[in-house]
T-cell receptor, first 111, second 111 residues
């Protein structure tokens, strides 16, 4: 199994630009989670899906952030417009139960 | 205030030493607890679950004290390869398999 796949691995963009992060969960997993990790705040849950349906988006910081899961094998997290304070590592994880398998993360830098 | 609090460390210990990490959680309704391990610039991975009766996996022992809302991880006979950040995790109550992560405790094992 290839594990959770995320792209891109690194993204550097200018303030105001749109950023799209992508995730392919492990086949057969019905939960998908998006996290953001910073030194200051640690690992924060942004949103999660169950069977492609968003269940809890209370962690999404503001309307600039949106996430979709059009099918069981693909999800996106979009930031529009991006700001320097969005700089962080964004992880996607998938699971069948409590054991979550994380992707390698996308390191986002907004200048 | 985060729902899961940990001492960030760093804990610097010599090879062969025994080291213990603690964390506290604020939501008494939390049902399940875990320790995840995160290597530098890598994704978190499940280390072990934490059961009320305590559980052991080789050199690692995890314990839960529900009355005090306190979780611990003990590592015996530390190896250089144990150097990592250890994340204390509580499953969110009434929220499927969503997890609350502590900010992590950094461990460095030295020769």
């Amino acid at each position: 199994d290839a594990g959770v796949i995320q792209s891109p691995r690194h993204e550097v963009t200018e303030m105001g630009q749109e950023v799209t992060l992508r995730c392919k969960p492990i086949s057969g997993h019905d939960y998908l989670f998006w996290y953001r990790q910073t030194m200051m705040r640690g690992l924060e849950l942004l949103i999660y899906f169950n069977n492609n349906v968003p269940i809890d988006d209370s962690g999404m910081p503001e309307d600039r952030f949106s996430a979709k899961m059009p099918n069981a094998s693909f999800s996106t997290l979009k930031i529009q417009p991006s700001e320097p304070r969005d700089s962080a590592v964004y992880f996607c994880a998938s699971s069948l139960d409590y054991e979550q398998y994380f992707g390698p993360g996308t390191r986002l830098t907004v200048t | 205030r985060k729902e899961v609090e940990q001492d960030p460390g760093p804990f610097n210990v010599p090879e062969g030493a025994t080291v213990a990490f603690n964390c506290t959680y604020s939501n008494s309704a939390s049902q399940s607890f875990f320790w995840y391990r995160q290597d530098c610039r890598k994704e978190p991975k499940l280390l072990m679950s934490v059961y009320s009766s305590g559980n052991e996996d080789g050199r690692f022992t995890a314990q839960l004290n529900r009355a005090s809302q306190y979780i611990s991880l003990l590592i015996r006979d530390s190896k250089l390869s144990d150097s990592a950040t250890y994340l204390c995790v509580a499953r969110k109550s009434n929220s499927g398999y969503a997890l609350n992560f502590g900010k992590g405790t950094s461990l460095l094992v030295t020769p």
